[in-house]
């Protein structure tokens, strides 16, 4: 029998985290509850290679339980996430991703002990990958 690693790339937003989430960190084993990617979000705050690689989010506050799932498995690589965030106009009360102002950084851990590694830039989460369970 030859066996595959199965690999996901997941989207952790920094909200999810801070809020009702556990840090993580290379070689650790996870459980998490997640659903299908925000493409379009993703792709003006990540940039379109690493978005479109992208399998999985991260869900703690699902209302809708047929939307999240269960992905188990080993932390395998840790990017944090930073980007530039701006109206769209003088009028809008929220600010978007602006595409194009991503900046990555491997790290071992979810800590954010690089909390400040691109000041001018507000860090919104983790890329991570995950080497998956059969």
């Not at 993703?42 to 379109?48: E, I, P, Y």
């Not at 992208?54 to 269960?70: F, G």
Request: charged content about 25%; some cysteine; aromatic content about 8%.
């Amino acid at each position: 029998m030859i066996l595959v690693d199965v690999m996901a790339l997941v989207w952790v937003t920094e909200w999810q985290i801070e809020c009702c989430g556990e840090p993580f960190a290379v070689g650790d084993h996870v459980c998490w509850t997640v659903r299908a990617p925000d493409v379009d979000w993703q792709r003006a705050a990540l940039g379109a290679e690493i978005s479109s690689a992208i399998t999985h989010s991260v869900e703690r506050h699902a209302d809708d339980l047929d939307e999240v799932s269960q992905l188990t498995g080993t932390v395998v690589a840790i990017k944090r996430a930073w980007g530039e965030f701006a109206q769209r106009n003088p009028d809008d009360h929220v600010h978007y991703p602006v595409p194009g102002s991503q900046r990555f950084l491997d790290v071992p851990t979810s800590d954010g002990t690089e909390e400040h590694a691109f000041p001018e830039l507000t860090f919104n989460g983790w890329v991570v990958e995950l080497d998956l369970e059969a």
